[in-house]
Nanobody, 112 residues
Framework: VQFVESGGGLVQPGGSLRLSCVAS????????MRWYRQATGEEREWVAT???????YYADSVKGRFTISRDNAKNTVYLQMNSLKSEDTALYYC???????WGQGTQVTVSS
């Protein structure tokens, strides 16, 4: 099982980013996928979930601003992040569940 996240960067408050995560080593379309994030000095936290049928769930802190989606043909899950805030600054990861293995993550920094 492997996850490769990308799409992070430095963005001003109110800006947008789209993260991607390519998964391999398992039957992607059959699994619920999740995004997590970890800010410096904080514990990793759940951000969003999408199941195999496309049903989505969000943490209250990102609801209405972030959108999770997936492309099963590409074994890829996405996280569209709009109206970014400084508190969204973190290393973002995708996974099936919050257990190893983890990818390298992609850094999102929201700062003016």
């Amino acid at each position: 099982v492997q996850f490769v996240e990308s799409g992070g960067g430095l963005v001003q408050p109110g800006g947008s980013l789209r993260l991607s995560c390519v998964a391999s080593g398992f039957a992607f379309s059959m699994y619920t996928m999740r995004w997590y994030r970890q800010a410096t000095g904080e514990e990793r936290e759940w951000v969003a979930t999408i199941n195999g049928r496309g049903v989505t769930y969000y943490a209250d802190s990102v609801k209405g601003r972030f959108t999770i989606s997936r492309d099963n043909a590409k074994n890829t899950v996405y996280l569209q992040m709009n109206s970014l805030k400084s508190e969204d600054t973190a290393l973002y990861y995708c996974n099936i569940n919050p257990v190893p293995p983890w990818g390298q993550g992609t850094q999102v920094t929201v700062s003016s």
